[in-house]
């Protein structure tokens, strides 16, 4: 049987199989799970690990966990970067 190799954009499109592990995103600042269930393009859901782990029934150490921002960290990471773009030129 041949190994299926995915890009992680079609690993997040496809959803994982049964019995294999999640894609987990983590924020890197403050540790909040994207819950992924029920959501919308518009909207997102950002839960403790506590509560993601209550809500799917599984062991964090069961999934690819994989950093990101929620939106909240990354607003406040904007604004801290924000000096140093604008010394070196990088506007926008």
């Known amino acids: 049987m041949a190994v299926e190799r995915l890009s992680l954009r079609q690993f ?5 199989l049964p019995g ?6 983590v ?7 994207r819950d992924q269930t029920g959501m919308s393009q518009t ?7 506590r509560t993601y782990s209550k809500t799917h029934g599984v062991s964090l150490a069961d999934g690819h ?4 921002y929620c939106p909240g960290c ?5 604004e801290r970067v924000k ?5 070196i030129g990088l506007t926008g």
């Open 12 to 16: 997040v499109k496809r959803g994982p």
């Open 20 to 25: 294999e592990p999640a894609l987990i995103s």
């Open 27 to 33: 924020c890197s600042m403050c540790g909040l799970i």
């Open 43 to 49: 909207q997102e859901r950002w839960v403790t690990k």
């Open 65 to 68: 966990l994989t950093h990101t």
């Open 74 to 78: 990354f607003t406040d990471f904007m």
């Open 83 to 87: 000096p140093f773009t604008r010394s």
